[in-house]
């Protein structure tokens, strides 16, 4: 899970996104959006993930997109959470 300051929602969610996506030098590649959900397709290096939201859950993480990522998953996510 990535760590915030402000509780996400639906309307401040790609705003946190894009400074996360900066902050870690991730290149996005695509948006979804649902309902309830943001699901964005980033990548770092040579790894895909995604940038997921989950509203009800009131979480947002990195999903690898195949085993080999989940390092790179890992590492991202301790770099955003001190």
């Not at 993930?49 to 993480?61: E, S, T």
Request: with cysteine.
């Amino acid at each position: 899970m990535l760590n915030t300051d402000t509780p996400l929602t639906m309307e401040n969610f790609p705003a946190w996104a894009e400074a996360l996506i900066k902050e870690l030098d991730l290149e996005l590649l695509e948006r979804e959006q649902g309902a309830d959900y943001y699901q964005w397709l980033v990548s770092f290096e040579e790894s895909r993930l995604f940038l997921c939201f989950q509203h009800y859950a009131d979480c947002a993480w990195l999903q690898p997109l195949s085993e080999q990522d989940r390092d790179v998953a890992d590492w991202l996510t301790t770099q955003w959470n001190p």
